[in-house]
């Protein structure tokens, strides 16, 4: 009942309000005006269609630089079993005590390890760190966040920064 006498109570206040004349007359514009009626069905002259609004186009996001790897191309940086390099396609990588070979570039970087660290072959995507070596092989897969180098355990670290366009940016990492 509060919500009907609240909404008659609105009605009426805009009613009064609507006319811009203060002295009382309804309004020529109001519903109350004698002006003559016309059907929908028939049109007058005044009725001009509106133009069709041009939608207008969405700018397309601008593509996102692929990062850049902190020792480039440079496979001799990873010597010292510690780089982070740009490969593409199948390239290996020789360093103290073994060797890293990227198989293929897809969704994932593949690779085969072989050497002081045990071997191994599998597949690294971004955010999951694989550690060969020290009491055997362990990972970190399915985070939502890159775990940084700083918690990896004592081993060979890999892990993949990007995949992407045919390349990949490899880590390599010995504590």
């Known amino acids: 009942m509060k919500v009907i006498t609240a909404t008659l109570a609105v009605a009426l206040l805009l009613t009064a309000c609507g006319s811009g004349d203060d002295s009382g007359a309804p309004s020529a514009s109001g519903p109350s005006a004698t002006a003559p009626s016309t059907s929908a069905s028939s049109p007058t002259p005044s009725d001009t ?18 990062p850049k790897a902190k020792d480039g191309t440079n496979l001799a940086a990873c010597r010292d079993a510690d780089c982070q390099v740009q490969v593409s396609g199948r390239t290996t990588i020789k360093f103290r005590g073994g060797k890293l070979v990227i198989t293929k570039i897809d969704k994932f970087a593949h ?27 362990s990972g970190t897969f399915g985070g939502s966040q890159p775990v940084p180098r700083s918690q990896d355990g004592p081993g060979l670290t890999l892990r993949v920064e990007y995949v992407g366009n045919g390349r990949a940016i490899v880590d390599l990492h010995n504590v």
Not at 52 to 65: G, L
Not at 112 to 131: H, I, K, M, N
Request: no cysteine.
């Open 49 to 66: 269609p509106s133009p069709t609004p041009t939608p207008t186009p969405k700018p397309k996001p601008k593509p996102v630089a692929p």
């Open 111 to 137: 690779f085969e390890l072989s050497g002081q660290f045990g071997g191994g072959s599998g597949q690294l995507g971004p955010g999951a760190p694989v550690t060969f070596g020290g009491g055997g092989m």
